[in-house]
């Protein structure tokens, strides 16, 4: 069992940077893959990052290469997202998500967190 929760969205201007944060608990995080989903109102859940248990490989939507960045402390049981450049677009509800697989697809991740707003005005 593991249980996710995310935090540090909010409010931004365009341009502007934000970082999520997701607590893991459960034994196995520090070996399990983790990922970024967000929805945005009236659109279909969408990847936007990954990285691998140890932290030596990610990946990311095109959308957000270059201006997004995944990391974890499995010291801490934490996997951050870094986003910088915020556009309006990327509004919507992050959410952390783990899986067994180093995926993209969200019906491979198994366990998810709460989500987190991230508002970016234009």
């Known amino acids: 069992q593991v249980q996710l929760v995310e935090s540090g969205g909010g409010l931004v201007q365009a341009g502007g940077s934000l970082r999520l944060s997701c607590a893991a608990s459960g034994r196995t995080f520090s070996i399990r893959p983790m990922g970024w989903f967000r929805q945005a109102p009236g659109k279909e859940r969408e990847f936007v990052a990954q990285?691998?248990?140890?932290?030596?490989?990610?990946s990311y939507a095109d959308s957000v290469k270059g201006r997004f960045t995944i990391s974890r402390d499995n010291a801490k049981n934490t996997v951050y997202l870094q986003m910088n450049s915020l556009k309006f677009e990327d509004t919507a509800v992050y959410y952390c998500a783990t899986s067994y697989y180093f995926t993209r697809l969200a019906r491979e991740y198994d366990y998810w967190g709460q989500g987190t707003q991230v508002t970016v005005s234009s």
């Open positions: 990285i691998s248990w140890n932290g030596g490989s990610t």
